[in-house]
């Protein structure tokens, strides 16, 4: 991806599509000490750390609502 690509806002379906494709593909992986591994980890929880501050910005669920009340299907 390039950069100019990177620094575009993103909806919060396309961020956590884009990590949940990362993730997959760690899970694929199965040398999990390499560098390229460790970068993509990163990668990925920094997506899905991005997802978090977007729904966060929007005030997309209220403060008394926790993990549990909201199933992932409801933020697809």
Known sequence: MSNEAEQQPQSLRG??????????ELEASYD????????KL???IATYEECL?????VSLFSPNET??????????
């Open 32 to 39: 999990s000490n390499s560098d390229a591994y460790q970068q």
């Open 53 to 57: 501050r977007v729904a966060d910005r």
């Open 15 to 24: 961020l956590f599509a884009s990590a949940e494709v990362k993730r997959k």
């Open 42 to 44: 990163n990668s990925t």
């Open 67 to 76: 993990l549990e009340d909201v199933s992932s299907g409801d933020i697809q």
